[in-house]
């Protein structure tokens, strides 16, 4: 609990500090549908690597990376300009940079063994999410 709400008093001051361009918790879907949703809603794609996610223990699965669900985890967009001040107001907590915006339209995630696991057209994934609710 104590240090979920340091990570939260630290985001709170970049986003008072006008850092964060968009966030996102893990809590529903995991780190997965979390870059899903942000690049549906910035119509951006994204390239991220999941041998840089901070774990703690043994992770072997990918899949645990992608869609374990945690409130007290977030995921943060940062201009390029902001990232070394980011960093700075972060330290003490667990963060790592795990991949980037991209002006492409392409969600591309590399798995921890190098090997790409997710490489998909953002409004392909976008209208599989919906599709479900359409009645």
């Not at 790592?96 to 190098?114: D, E, H, K, S, Y």
Request: proline share 3%; net charge neutral; charged share 25%.
């Amino acid at each position: 609990a104590e240090l979920g709400y340091r990570v939260l008093t630290k985001v709170a001051q970049l986003t008072r500090e006008g850092l964060v361009r968009s966030a996102h918790d893990l809590s529903e879907g995991g780190l997965a549908v979390a870059l899903a949703e942000m690049a549906f809603a910035g119509g951006r794609g994204a390239q991220i690597d999941l041998r840089m996610v901070p774990k703690r223990g043994v992770i072997e699965a990918d899949e645990v990376l992608l869609f374990s669900e945690s409130n007290s985890r977030l995921i943060l967009e940062v201009m390029p300009s902001n990232v070394q001040h980011t960093e700075e107001i972060l330290r003490g907590v667990p963060f790592a940079r795990i991949g980037q915006v991209t002006q492409g339209l392409r969600m591309v995630v590399t798995g921890r063994n190098g090997r790409r696991v997710i490489d998909e057209d953002i409004f392909e994934l976008k209208e599989a999410w919906q599709k479900p609710l359409r009645w």
